[in-house]
């Protein structure tokens, strides 16, 4: 059987298990708040940057790659051409900026993106002092209790609970209780950006797609070889948008290393429900401008 490189929307839905809900799932949410106050910002727009020399030969990602495919990113996601003036545009000089960060020790956001992100920050004239990165226990920490704007940067992956270990899911350390959001394949994990803590302040997600787990049994599960080198990076001011061109890498992914269809599961709903439910951004694959750039090689989407 000829292995599949690529996934359709209508394989996107019936892979999702969502098939059945149909079209309203994919319901736009236009007229939103801006995620910024800049006035130019198309939000179901999505850059994708890949760069196979992102990893060194031990695997591990190279600050000065990571940096590159960052400013790609972003000056294309913003249509300018210095990456400093991106984000003197993205962040106002009095802001306290916290990076939500991801630890996982398998497939942690990295050292390497924290600090790339930090350095455009401070490029764009915030000081060390008010810029804080975080996962767990973030709500004991000043910077993110009292910050006016977060940077959410985190890897894709399968998970246990929600389908896929998402940009949305991200921000589950901002409330006391996690577990509370576990219900129904955590379908309403988009509730969470509601809360005053996060509500409208989120200036840029980045999903890091450097080597993604596409399968995985059990809880907190990690097995290498499930994992691949993507050498990726989906940058966005629309989370559920940049969410979902990463679910459909990671169901292409699957489709092709099984040799078949086979499903997330469980499905990744709260990435679907984001759009439809909870009005967060835009899921539906038709409605995302996707912008490639760089290796085009097994790009599966």
């Known amino acids: 059987m000829k292995k599949k490189t690529s996934i359709s929307r209508r394989e996107f839905l019936k892979s ?10 994919f319901i736009a949410s236009g007229g939103k708040k801006n995620l910024t106050e800049e006035p130019v910002r198309q939000r179901a727009t999505v850059v994708m940057v890949r760069d196979p020399a992102v990893l060194d030969s031990s695997g591990q990602p190279v600050f000065e790659v990571v940096l590159r495919m960052l400013d790609q990113g972003v000056t294309t996601l913003m249509g300018e051409k210095n990456p400093v003036d991106c984000w003197k545009k993205i962040l106002k000089k009095d802001d306290i900026v916290g990076i939500k960060s991801n630890v996982w020790r398998f497939i942690p956001t990295t050292a390497q993106v924290e600090n790339a992100i930090k350095r455009r920050i401070m490029d764009a004239g915030i000081p060390e002092n008010r810029i804080g990165v975080g996962d767990r226990g973030i709500l004991r920490q000043k910077i993110f209790k009292y910050a006016t704007a977060l940077i959410n940067a985190r890897p894709m992956r399968s998970h246990h609970w929600s389908g896929v270990g998402s940009l949305i899911k991200n921000y589950i350390m901002f409330v006391p209780h996690p577990t509370e959001y576990h219900p129904d394949s955590c379908a309403d994990l988009a509730t969470i950006w509601k809360l005053p803590i996060v509500k409208d302040k989120t200036r ?37 948008a940049v969410d979902s061109t990463g679910v459909r890498i990671l169901q292409a992914k699957r489709n092709d290393y099984f040799g078949e269809m086979r499903p997330l599961n469980p499905p990744p709903k709260h990435v679907f429900l984001a759009d439809s439910r909870h009005h967060l951004g835009t899921a539906d694959p038709n409605k995302i401008k996707l912008i490639k750039l760089g290796y085009k090689e097994n790009i599966l989407i």
Do not use: C, E
């Not at 999702?16 to 799932?25: E, F, H, I, Q, Y």
């Not at 840029?204 to 797609?209: D, F, R, S, T």
């Not at 993604?212 to 629309?238: A, E, L, R, S």
């Open 16 to 25: 999702s298990s969502m098939a059945a809900v149909g079209s309203t799932l």
């Open 204 to 240: 840029l997600n980045i999903l890091v797609m450097f080597t993604p787990q596409f399968h995985g049994v059990g809880p907190h599960n990690f097995n290498p070889k499930y994992v691949w080198k993507y050498h990726g990076m989906i940058i966005g001011f629309d989370p559920v």
